[in-house]
């Protein structure tokens, strides 16, 4: 197996060929090649475990509340350990985490296929090792979500994460199927939790065997919980990345009637066998598929958001034909577009999510975007299912269209096309600060000034463009930012932000990135100075201090607004 070129690729909306892709170019790039089909038969194995679990759970008790609780098992690791888990996979190698985290889904798996064969398991015992599977499941995501971009170049990104959902989509179509012939066959569900243990293997070895280069980083090294503040503080202050979150949160929120209902229409409306349900998402899957070999010409043709708006019209339209069609062979159709309409949406939202941030919290990044999506396909699950069982189906369904063509009222303020102009590539811009004495890394605060010479007659101008700075500032570790003028000499502003320690401020220059580098060369396009804008940095003279804990110790985050007249609560700092 050949070895990835590099360890991080940089992520830009930038086609470094502007001929349309295949659909099945990035399967010639040996490691995603492996890693893929490896993927796709673990997919294949966790869907009939799915199976097994469940039919085990109905054949260990008839409570309904127990039978219910194992989605709860699934879905809940998600909630609890997805920051965590993005966090650990920015920190350490994604590469060792996730090989732990496949053993420990193979352990798991293995474990409760063995307890099944010996007739030791009980429902408690099934929730229990279910919780544990899921929690597993849970940190291996956004290292896994993160990872692709390593193993393709930029252009090829989104026919690449398109791939992963094609795999996915064919083994939900062949593994429930799959694993109700084996439970039948062997008289139990030990079968299928065993193949599942034995499906991680695969990606094991794939992974051993790819010898990622280590990112090579100068900064010290975040700690968890900061590096928890530090993604959250970087979500809260990207625009981009707010119109991906936006825009996915609207649309599962809706779309999710369909997966919510599909089930009681295949089983009630349609008198559907399970084999009969197993065909509507075979045809799903073959959409997506379609879908997916059509989508590097669509995105070649219209802009990312005309894309994705007129795939949510499309799966409205899904959604009032399913609500309406009672014959079978006229449901496969709509399914099929489904999965092709499911797989650009899908496909589309979590490549602009992968190039909206860079290498240093993309998994983190991530792992908020899988929480927007899981808790908007739980939420709106749940809703749509009260309005079927109060109004019936036909109504939830026919509200569920109309929230997704009312979603569209959002385009116009969260546009996912500005993430595409936008160059993560780390830039190394900043010069390293001069130091007479090298201060403590856990020091701090750090107060950095940046003195400017600006024509008066530009200040407006000056101070709408800073704005862009502030953000940049805020994303990458400032907790505290302000913009100031001189009453004594108006040609004189001061530029001021606070950061949490001095580590902290280290690891802001390796953060810097392409797309800052050009926002700042416009703040400084005012400059007027004869020299460049004069830097200067000041640690607390108390030393270390919780920052974090007294800068917002009253409540507010003292921002300013842009113009220069407020910057409150560095009192602390005592300089």
Excluded at 256 to 270: C, D, T, V
Excluded at 305 to 331: K, T
Excluded at 556 to 563: L, R, V
Aim: charged share 15%; aromatic share 8%.
């Amino acid at each position: 197996m050949t070895n990835v070129e590099k360890s991080e690729t940089p992520i830009t909306a930038k086609q470094d060929n502007p001929k349309t892709e295949s659909a099945w170019t990035p399967l010639r790039h040996a490691v995603f090649r492996s890693i893929w089909i490896a993927s796709v038969a673990s997919n294949v194995g966790s869907t009939m475990h799915d199976v097994g679990a469940a039919w085990l759970m109905a054949s260990l008790t008839s409570s309904a509340i127990m039978i219910s609780l194992m989605q709860t098992a699934s879905s809940l690791p998600i909630f609890l350990v997805a920051l965590p888990a993005g966090a650990l996979a920015d920190l350490i190698d994604r590469r060792r985490l996730l090989l732990v985290t496949q053993g420990w889904m193979l352990v798991t798996a293995a474990a409760l296929g063995i307890l099944t064969l010996l007739h030791l398991v009980t429902p408690w015992v099934l929730l229990v090792l279910t919780f544990v599977l899921g929690v597993a499941g849970a940190m291996n995501n956004p290292a896994w979500q993160a990872m692709t971009p390593e193993l393709v170049p930029p252009a090829e990104l989104a026919p690449a994460v398109a791939l992963n959902g094609v795999g996915f989509n064919l083994a939900r179509a062949i593994g429930p199927a799959l694993g109700g012939l084996i439970v039948g066959a062997t008289g139990g569900s030990w079968a299928v939790f065993l193949l599942n243990a034995i499906s991680f293997l695969g990606i094991m070895v794939v992974l051993y065997l790819w010898r990622r280069k280590p990112r090579d980083s100068e900064a010290p090294t975040e700690r968890m919980l900061g590096a928890i503040r530090a993604g959250s503080r970087y979500v809260r202050h990207s625009p981009a990345l707010h119109a991906v979150l936006v825009r996915t949160g609207v649309f599962i929120l809706c779309g999710s009637g369909m997966w919510g209902l599909l089930p009681f229409l295949a089983k009630h409306e349609l008198q559907l066998s399970a084999a009969g349900y197993g065909g509507l998402l075979a045809c799903f899957g073959i959409g997506a598929v379609t879908g997916a070999n059509i989508l590097p010409i669509v995105r070649h043709r219209i802009s990312i958001d005309r894309l994705v708006a007129g795939a949510c019209v499309l799966f409205a339209i899904v959604s009032v034909a399913l609500a309406y069609i009672r014959v079978f062979l006229a449901v496969c159709p709509v399914m099929f577009i489904a999965g092709g309409t499911w797989m650009t949406l899908m496909s589309t939202l979590n490549v602009s999510a992968q190039i909206a941030v860079p290498a240093w919290v993309r998994a983190r990044a991530l792992s908020i975007y899988l929480l927007v999506f899981q808790g908007g396909l739980a939420i709106g699950s749940v809703i749509w299912g009260a309005m079927a069982e109060r109004f019936g189906i036909r109504v939830a369904l026919d509200g569920a269209a109309i929230g997704l063509i009312v979603g569209l009222a959002v385009v116009p303020r969260f546009r996912l096309g500005i993430a595409e102009g936008l160059d993560m590539t780390p830039s190394a811009h900043w010069e390293d600060p001069l130091v007479e004495n090298e201060p403590a890394l856990e020091h701090g605060p750090v107060l950095v000034l940046v003195e400017y010479r600006i024509n008066p007659e530009q200040a407006n101008d000056f101070a709408e463009v800073m704005r862009e700075v502030r953000t940049i500032r805020r994303r990458d570790g400032a907790i505290r930012w302000g913009l100031f003028h001189d009453v004594a000499d108006p040609s004189r502003c001061i530029e001021t932000f606070v950061v949490e320690s001095w580590a902290e401020h280290l690891r802001q220059h390796e953060r810097a990135t392409m797309a800052d580098q050009e926002a700042e060369a416009r703040a400084r396009g005012f400059h007027v100075g004869e020299s460049p804008p004069i830097v200067s940095h000041l640690v607390s003279s108390y030393g270390y201090v919780d920052s974090h804990a007294a800068f917002t110790a009253n409540g507010t985050d003292g921002s300013s607004n842009g113009t220069g007249v407020k910057h409150s609560g560095v009192q602390p700092l005592h300089l």
